[in-house]
Structure formats: C-alpha cells, structure tokens
C-alpha cells in the first residue's frame, strides 16, 4: 500500500521549527499529501527538542497522544532527542522509526522506502554503505546504544513491528537543512528562514552540540536566492535564525589575496548582502551571542531602516564564578558593555535575553548578581529557565545541584522582575505613534501586529495579514499595547530611503 499522507509535530526552538518545514518539503516532493492534523496522518513525524528533561517528556507524551488518537499510522520519531537517545525512544510502544538528526536531511525517503511505497526515480538517499556506526564518546547519554543499521531494501522487507533506527556521529555531517517556516497563523507574514546549524562551543550544561554537531552555514548565494524567493512570493519580513546564530560563515572560506592567509565571512557580511542583494523590506535577526555583538553588527542594525530593532543575547548567569563554571566565553562585564552598546545605539530597541537558575553551584549570592544585573539593565524581556540536568554533560556530574524548590522559587523572582521591567518599557509608547506588521484578526473585533521593537500591539477592525500600519498606543492591557490604526503603507516608513542608499 502506498503511503498517500504525513503530517509533521515539531517541537523546541526556530530551527527544528526550521527542520521541520524541510521534512515537509521532502515529502511534497515525493508526492505525498499533507494532512491537516495528525489523526488523520498515515505516517506521523515527530521532530524533537531534547534541551530540557521535560522537552523529552513531551515528546513520549505526544507519541502515546498520537498513537491513541490515531491508532493505524505509523509513527515516525526524529530531532535532537532521537539522535541523543535513539534506544530509549525504540522502546516506546507504537515508534516505527527513529531517525536522528545525521539522517533528518533524508527522512522522507527513508520512511518512503520503509513503507514498500515506490519511490520516484532518483529519489532515494545515496547509500554506498551502512552508515557510520554511532560514537558512544561524542554523544552524552547513550554509552551502550547500538543502533540498527540497515539497508533500504531490508527496511522495505521488515515488519512494522521492528523499530528501525538511522542514527550515526553527527559530527561527520556537513547537511544543514533549510526551508522557511511559513506559520499557517500568521498568514504571508515573518517566516522564519535558519541559516546556521550546530555550535562550536561547550558550555557545560548544554547537549545541543552533541545532537547537532559542529557549526555549518547555508552558503551566502543560497541565503540570498531563498530571501529573494520570499520576497517574490509577497513576504515582507523574515526572521532569520540558527543555532549560534552569529558563528555563521566562519565554515565558509573566501579568496584571499594572500594565499598564506585563510579567510572567511562573517555574520555581518550576510546582513550586509540582505540589504545590498535583495528588496526585503524588514529583516528581523534572531539570538546571537555576546561576543558576537560586534561593533560592525550594532551598527548595521542601528542604521538600517530595514532592520528591526531588536537584540536578543542570552546571559544566562550575572555571576562571574556561574558564567565560568558554565564555560561560557564573556564575562559580567563584557555583557554589561554590550547590553549598554546596543541601548546607546538603539534607545527604543527590544532587548531580551536567555537566563539560567538552579545551575549546579549558584549559592543565595550567585543569583542576587544575576538578579541585580537584570534589575539594572535594560531588558525589556527575559527567557528564564530553571537548570536541567542532561545526560552526559559535564555539569550533570557537578556537585552541588541546587534543590527544585530554590530553583523554582529563583525563576519566579526572575520572571517577575522580567515583567515589571516589560510593562516598564511598554508604558514609555502611550501616546506615540509606531509602525508595525498585521498578523492576524482576533475574534473578528481586533488585529494584532508586532512592532519594529517586538511588542504585540491590537488595533481595532480586521485587517489583512502582511500589511504595514501606523498605530496610535492609547494604553497597554493584559501585555499589549493597544491603539488604532492612524494609517496603512504599502511600503514601511523609512524603506524607501533605505533602498536608495543601499543602492549607492
């Protein structure tokens, strides 16, 4: 029987979101029908996060939700938590397949193959051999996994009872998938375009690299031919997001005129290329890094009328000793001087951050530097989240794991200085006027857009997704602000100009 729909259940941050939209891709290019939730699924993919101990949580609880509700399809498990835990998920009953993240970029065909569908000519994955047999050393938690490792016509003879498993060393992939995020909600407007994939660094508290392997880039001309595509197709603006966001290009060599000396792009070179190569009207730029605030990328977001201002960079800890038991690469003071950078260049910015509790080790004084540093700079959001101990890293071994309830209790502190601090931000708009996207219509009696700066703002009346607006803020409510809509543009204030000099 041939296998006529998929429906696919993402889970985690922008780039599995990101993933996601290319499985999907790979099944329409096979012929295959999307179905519009999963109860009606003949095949289910499941694409995880495994960040947290309740991301992996999650991701059980969804495979027996869909395996209850959807008692006949065939359930397909992949993302960081099947390339972290291949052997674990196996287990669960109703898993088909577990595919990892080394073989996301073929998981179409492989479960194609699986099912004895025919595949179109040319469509299988390319498989010389086996795949590479999984590295127990290079991925926490699976010291005594041993994968199954088959060929596709073997998979094609094996009874769905057997759990097949695709998972070999991540760090041998060089395949970053890539296909914009297009939220059915937020109709033609911000998709999300990943445009990085794995991280270098080793922060001691984090498995992402393990499951996601070192850093790689989508090519400067395939970012720029995707960015185009979209903005042909009527997209005005796009996110774009990675792992390590701004480590991107450092895979990327160019020519030097020295031969001797190897060079390579940056981050700021591909934000430069955006506004010189294509007509995007606004780029909106994901987290990045501390460190990789430069003074070059604060600039180019501060004087580009074509780039939203706003700055996410994860802290995660006000604490010296914390940061460098976390292993992370800046210090209190090197994060101080970029927060207050980016608010001198950019006055009305959004800057949020990421911020950890409950690290192994953070005493009452460790947290009260992280809580005045937060109290002292000017977040106008926060990320908070409490210490999850994953397996195999470094500091699931740590001494000193802080109790849950002191954790918990750190959070909501955090969480409610984070929202003071919001409301704060928000009130200094009332009364002016600010220009923002429409998103989409609320109970036929409102549509909520977001601003240049990251704030929800609802007008009054239905209006078209996709559009530019000038709005009045007459109050903030319930974490909106809340106005009416002085006037619409086809083109947003500023872009115009910004063209023009950008075609200098």
């Not at 010189?276 to 580009?304: C, F, Q």
Request: proline content about 5%; glycine content about 6%.
């Amino acid at each position: 029987m041939r296998v006529a729909s998929f429906y696919v259940v993402n889970f985690g941050c922008r780039a599995t979101q990101a993933d996601g939209a290319a499985i999907e891709r790979q099944f329409k290019q096979l012929g295959w029908k999307q179905a519009s939730g999963p109860e009606q699924a003949q095949i289910v993919i499941l694409n995880t996060c495994t960040v947290t101990a309740s991301a992996d949580q999650d991701a059980r609880a969804a495979v027996r939700r869909v395996k209850g509700q959807n008692p006949g399809c065939q359930i397909v498990v992949t993302g960081c938590y099947a390339q972290r835990a291949p052997q674990e998920i196996a287990a669960l009953p109703g898993v088909s397949r577990v595919i990892g993240n080394s073989h996301k970029h073929q998981l179409a065909s492989l479960v194609v193959s699986g099912t004895g569908a025919k595949l179109p000519t040319g469509s299988g994955p390319d498989f010389a051999a086996s795949p590479s047999q999984f590295d127990s050393d290079r991925l926490p938690g699976n010291t005594e996994a041993q994968n199954s490792f088959v060929s596709l016509d073997e998979l094609a003879n094996r009874s769905d009872q057997q759990v097949t498993s695709f998972v070999s060393d991540i760090f041998a992939h060089t395949e970053l998938l890539a296909a914009p995020v297009l939220e059915a909600a937020n109709d033609r407007t911000r998709p999300n375009l990943k445009v990085q994939d794995g991280c270098g660094n080793r922060c001691s508290f984090c498995v992402i690299p393990y499951v996601r392997g070192h850093s790689r880039s989508l090519p400067r001309e395939e970012v720029i031919r995707q960015v185009n595509a979209l903005v042909a197709s009527g997209y005005r603006e796009v996110v774009i997001s990675g792992i390590n966001l701004g480590r991107w290009g450092r895979d990327l060599p160019v020519a030097s005129k020295d031969s001797a000396v190897q060079e390579h792009l940056s981050f700021e070179d591909l934000v430069q290329a955006i506004l010189e190569r294509t007509d995007l009207e606004k780029l909106r730029i994901s987290s990045v890094e501390p460190m990789d605030w430069s003074d070059r990328l604060i600039d180019l977001v501060a004087s580009s009328t074509r780039i939203a201002k706003h700055a996410h960079v994860p802290m995660q800890s006000g604490s010296d000793r914390v940061l460098r038991a976390m292993h992370r690469k800046y210090r209190p003071w090197h994060y101080r001087q970029k927060i207050e950078s980016i608010r001198a260049a950019m006055p009305a910015a959004a800057i949020g951050a990421d911020v950890m509790v409950g690290f192994p080790g953070e005493t009452d004084a460790d947290f009260e530097q992280t809580r005045r540093m937060i109290e002292d700079l000017p977040f106008t959001y926060l990320h908070v989240f409490t210490y999850s101990s994953r397996p195999g890293t470094p500091a699931s071994g740590m001494s000193g794991q802080v109790p849950v309830q002191i954790a918990r209790e750190r959070n909501r502190v955090l969480r409610e200085l984070a929202a003071n601090k919001k409301l704060s931000f928000m009130r200094n708009f009332i009364g002016a006027s600010i220009s923002a996207i429409t998103l989409n219509v609320h109970d036929g009696e409102y549509t909520e857009t977001l601003t240049d700066n990251y704030l929800k703002l609802r007008v009054l009346g239905s209006l078209q997704p996709n559009q530019w607006i000038t709005g009045r803020v007459e109050e903030v409510k319930k974490g909106f602000l809340v106005g009416r809509v002085l006037r619409k543009s086809d083109t947003p204030i500023g872009v115009a100009h910004a063209k023009a000099l950008t075609q200098c």
